[in-house]
């Protein structure tokens, strides 16, 4: 069956840097829209960035602008993201999605597990 794999959260102090990591397998089918969302507690899911194939379209929220990158490879069917200079307020469990639609949760049909990033003062 279909699996979405997320590995590379973790602790920092603010200021520092992740790389968080999404891989399809289970099938050879490849989201138009692949990205990355997140969830704080008491909070609803935002979205953060996603990459679409086809020209390369990317859409980032605007909080996280200037410090993070999303990239995708195709061929692996994987998509990652670089988050630099972190802040506390980027702490949240992040999740990987499939068949997004930009940065509207709502729209996404499959998602990871999800991993944790955290980021300390």
């Known amino acids: 069956h279909v699996r979405v794999v997320e590995s590379g959260g973790g602790s920092v102090q603010a200021g520092g840097s992740l790389t968080l990591s999404c891989i399809r397998s289970?099938?050879?089918?490849?989201?138009?829209?692949m990205g990355w969302f997140r969830q704080a507690p008491g909070k609803e899911r935002e979205g953060v960035a996603v990459?679409?194939?086809?020209?390369?379209?990317?859409y980032y929220a605007d909080s996280v602008k200037g410090r993070f990158t999303i990239s995708r490879d195709n061929a692996k069917n994987t998509v990652s993201l670089q988050m630099n200079n972190l802040k506390p307020e980027d702490t949240a469990m992040y999740y990987c999605?499939?068949?997004?639609?930009?940065?509207?949760?709502?729209?996404?049909?499959?998602w990871g597990q999800g991993t944790q990033v955290t980021v300390s003062s």
């Open positions: 990459a679409y194939t086809g020209g390369g379209k990317t």
């Open positions: 289970g099938d050879t089918y490849r989201s138009s829209c």
């Open positions: 999605a499939q068949d997004c639609d930009r940065l509207w949760p709502g729209a996404t049909t499959l």
